[in-house]
């Protein structure tokens, strides 16, 4: 007796809804009707045929609403059903008890299994029993029914269940399967009057529930070792809270605040989520009380919407309602968050920037990709056409000077020499390089027996009416075609500019260009400083650096392109150094140079 209830004690049944746990189905996975055979299906997966028998066919289809069962089988190894080892095997060694009842809760089963799908079984119904009424059932001191928020005495299939083991977990998961919200309430012992609740059977034991709440996956035991004495009572109502609240399951049943983003209204379970990107306070009552978050640098706020990314081109500070578009000329990245995102496009070859944008460069001047405020003027006797993209577009024009422009001398300093149209230095005169248009430097010089240049390559001032009138690059390289070898072009010189662009003198320290476009440092070096301070007619030099910030000349640095790199010299003298004019640099490397002891 003893082993045999030990026996007893170790095995505990599921619990089933109100609906069966079984389900019979067709090839196509539909459900089969009384007396069509069908697969048998036990939360899911397949049954297995050890052990089952008549009495667990009966027992099955009576949980399933029908009266009995009219045959069963397995499904062998010729099945008919092409999903089936898609299925879970979830029972096997089933066995029921025979008697009248033919109750499912009175059979017993294992959940691990030795079997394979040819032992699946299949399984014909036959008759619609009448409507079974619920397992569970609250009554009165009457016997009614009674409704939410009343105390009753808990019945299941007609008796009474014992309080062993009994638990919130339980009494909600009860309260849920009679279809209300949730468990307020329960309590055990005679509450109603002794013979009402001594008339009933005691039907459950020792019922576990998880904190899932899910009456199908309690345990429990149909016997039991109690008295009613120990009967539960419960009272069970809806899930309901004030608003700004929500019912909470894992809390044991309290109405906890709703959190932030989040609202509730009067009688709401659960709390409803703001829309994306709106944000409200804990506790929140309504719908209104949502709002949009402030959106970050970078974005923008569109009603009913919310943040947005601003475009390209335009920029946005923290908590804006629009974007602020660029100034002219200007480009920015789609998202940018300050002003100072903004930078200037930079120009392809052949182009130069202006503050409306990006506007090509003019006859005898070239621009390369990435120059700014202006375009590089072609060397001396050079001629380009509009929007030439390269020194190498600049064509070589020699010519004979016939008559001296009849414009309007400059003035110039004592310092300098006076050309035709433009004041040059007086180191630069008699030099045996023509830097006057016309060549006058270069005329009744030292050691000449001619008074005037011969085979001196020169442009022909504006205002001219005598010589090659060319005015294209086309037109330039058909007239010279028929001209005779003349001397190589003046070599291009440096120059020392302040931040207006204007040319700086001795003892003042000067970005330095080279053909209209900064130095790099790369491998300058003193004697370096010393050879272009020379061949700009000084000395030497008294200083040399570089970068950006030097003089206060950031803003004017990115005016030029960069011309020169690698510039490296093994003495003081120009004619011993070697240069690139391609570069790995950017404008934090221009020289900056201060040169002394000008020679007049």
Request: hydrophobic share 25%; net charge negative.
């Amino acid at each position: 007796m003893l082993t045999a209830l030990a026996l007893m004690c170790s095995v505990y049944i599921l619990g089933s809804a109100t609906g069966s746990v079984f389900q019979l189905i067709d090839q196509n996975g539909n459900e089969v009707s009384a007396g069509q055979q069908g697969l048998l299906l036990y939360k899911g997966g397949t049954v297995c045929d050890d052990r089952f028998d008549n009495d667990a066919a009966n027992a099955i289809c009576k949980d399933m609403g029908y009266n009995s069962a009219q045959s069963w089988d397995n499904a062998g190894s010729a099945s008919l059903y092409p999903n089936q080892e898609s299925y879970d095997i979830k029972l096997d060694d089933v066995t029921c008890n025979k008697n009248d009842n033919n109750d499912w809760a009175d059979c017993s089963y294992n959940t691990n299994h030795n079997c394979g799908h040819y032992e699946d079984v299949l399984l014909t119904c036959s008759g619609v029993a009448a409507e079974r009424e619920p397992d569970f059932l609250l009554l009165g001191t009457s016997g009614e029914p009674v409704e939410s928020g009343q105390m009753g005495l808990l019945l299941y299939k007609g008796g009474t269940v014992c309080d062993d083991y009994f638990s919130d977990y339980a009494a909600d998961a009860i309260c849920r399967e009679l279809g209300f919200g949730r468990m307020i309430d329960w309590t055990y012992g005679y509450k109603y009057e002794w013979r009402f609740q001594s008339s009933k059977s005691i039907s459950l034991d020792d019922v576990r529930c998880g904190s899932d709440r899910v009456w199908s996956n309690c345990r429990y035991n149909t016997y039991h070792n109690c008295v009613h004495g120990e009967d539960v009572f419960l009272t069970c109502g809806e899930a309901s809270c004030q608003a700004g609240n929500y019912f909470d399951y894992s809390n044991w049943f309290r109405c906890q605040i709703c959190p932030i983003r989040t609202y509730s209204e009067d009688g709401a379970a659960s709390c409803t989520a703001c829309p994306d990107g709106m944000y409200s306070d804990s506790g929140s009552t309504s719908y209104s009380a949502c709002y949009w978050v402030p959106c970050n640098a970078g974005q923008y706020m569109i009603t009913d919407t919310g943040c947005q990314e601003c475009e390209e081109n335009t920029w946005s500070e923290y908590n804006s309602d629009n974007c602020t578009s660029c100034p002219d000329g200007m480009i920015s990245s789609a998202g940018s968050r300050a002003a100072s995102d903004c930078y200037y496009a930079p120009c392809t070859a052949g182009n130069y920037m202006t503050d409306s944008g990006c506007q090509q460069c003019g006859e005898n001047t070239f621009s390369y990709d990435n120059f700014y405020y202006s375009c590089a003027n072609c060397p001396y006797n050079h001629v380009s056409d509009p929007g030439s993209s390269s020194e190498d577009d600049c064509i070589y024009v020699p010519t004979t000077v016939t008559e001296l422009p009849t414009t309007a001398l400059p003035d110039c300093s004592e310092d300098e020499f006076r050309c035709s149209n433009k004041c040059i230095y007086r180191s630069w005169v008699c030099d045996g390089v023509a830097d006057c248009t016309d060549g006058t430097d270069e005329v009744d010089c030292p050691g000449e027996t001619t008074t005037e240049p011969t085979q001196k390559p020169t442009v022909k001032p504006t205002g001219t009416t005598e010589g090659p009138q060319a005015t294209t690059k086309a037109e330039i390289i058909a007239t010279t075609e028929s001209f005779t070898s003349f001397t190589t072009a003046t070599p291009q010189r440096f120059r020392l500019v302040d931040e207006s662009g204007a040319d700086v003198g001795e003892d003042e320290m000067g970005l330095l260009l080279y053909s209209g476009g900064t130095v790099c440092d790369d491998d300058f070096s003193d004697n370096s400083a010393h050879a272009i301070c020379r061949e700009m007619g000084f000395n030497s030099t008294s200083s040399w650096t570089s970068g950006l910030d030097t003089m206060n000349l950031e803003s004017r640095n990115f005016k030029y392109g960069i011309r020169l790199d690698n510039v490296n010299c093994s003495s003081i003298e120009w004619d011993s150094c070697s240069y690139t004019t391609s570069n790995n640099c950017d404008h934090s490397e221009d020289v900056f140079l201060n040169c002394t002891g000008f020679i007049p």
